[in-house]
């Protein structure tokens, strides 16, 4: 059977995770974010900035360690025993479907303000398209989304460069009307804003030295979108009222609108388009790796773990794929991205714990990188991370919450019929 190929070096692969990163949050959500946190809508992005650094760091590491597509899943194995693995790899596949339907959707609501047309034509097109140029390889859908992601990052950019006039224009330490717990609340939404340095490490089948290259990656592709997410949330609020941005279905597009008229709001939603079509394309292309490596790890069928010689797992692109396209027909844009941020949460306080757990079990394992900062063979970031994903948890919607319960419960029945009939 055919294997992945190694065909990314350290540009290509910042440039995925950047890809993956930008448009999921800015493009689709900073509108919701803004009702959430008012004109400090940048404090939320920083909050969620921080939660993500310590996480990012914790994949890092791990990613030294187990270069594998299968990721979380091996991190957590190798930590906590394959129980626990499955349910947090099951989390994490449920996490990234339901995150590319999100942004299928925020997809979606673009194309229909340029164009009038239906959501479910827009989700359609964006699904169709991106299954096209997964089946065509790795080199050829890293190529797409670095070509995706240099338009989608020009289109931030202008952002920033328009609002230059208007920086200054509002109090962006003004409390919201839900006082500091809207900004917690909306660093919880828009910390999906930050999700695809948990994706990057699924691609690590198929990068150059992964071991040394990976890390880098991940820590090059957080601190560019950092930097970029809070000047755009400082820029959008200064042009455009909180109020407005959290009632648009184009925040972005309405922004720069506003100020250059229907023209520039036409191409900024051209360029939001590449943004979230670009982010579906990397997550569908992580969860087809997760699922494919998962799969070779014998936690599912193994049929899913066929690769075509192109190099494409072809059953686990198609499988997750058309699972994203049917749930697009939910609709609720919103509701999806906190029911990923919830799922992703978890994950997160896993992965956290396996990197302290195997600083015990595994002292001498070989690290090309390791974590900063640590008591003895105690890592305080990873604690740090564990702790902070903890209190985001807590401040997801209720609604959301019992989504996340039944996907925990569906992945531990499936767990069961796993151990009786795959084994």
Known sequence: MAKLKRALGLLETAICGVGIILGAGIYALVGEGAGLAGSALWLAFVIA?????????????????????????????????????????????????????????????????????????????VVGFCVIILLLGIKESALVGIIATAIEASGLIAVIFIAIPYIGSVDYFELPPLGIGGIFAAAALVFFAYLGFEDMVKLSEEVKDAERTMPKAIVLAIVFTTILYVLVAISAVSVLPWQELAA??????????????????????????????????????AGSRLLYGMADSGALPKGLA??????????????????????????????????????????????????ISLRYKLPDAKRPFKVPLSIGRFPLLPFFGLLSSIILIANVQLEACLYGVFLTLLGAVVYFFKERKWK
């Open 306 to 355: 066929f690769v075509n010689e192109r190099g494409v797992p072809l059953y686990a692109t198609i499988a997750i794929s058309t699972i994203t396209y049917i749930l697009t027909y939910s609709g609720d844009i919103k509701l999806a991205a906190l029911v990923t941020d919830l799922v992703l949460f978890f994950v997160f306080v896993a992965i956290n714990a396996s990197v």
């Open 248 to 285: 648009s279905k184009a925040p972005l597009a309405d922004a720069v609108g506003t100020v250059f008229g229907p023209s520039v709001y036409n191409a900024i939603g051209m360029i939001a388009l590449f943004a979230t079509g670009n982010t579906v394309l990397f997550m569908l292309l």
């Open 49 to 125: 900035a921080i939660v993500s650094a310590f996480s990012a760091l914790s994949y890092a590491e791990l990613s030294s360690m187990f270069p594998k597509a299968a990721s979380t899943y091996e991190y957590v194995r190798n930590a906590f025993g394959k129980q626990l693995a499955f349910i947090i790899g099951w989390l994490m596949l449920g996490g990234l479907v339901i995150g590319a339907t999100t942004v299928s959707i925020g997809f979606a609501n673009y194309f229909g303000a340029l164009t009038g047309t239906p959501q479910w034509l827009g989700a359609t097109l």
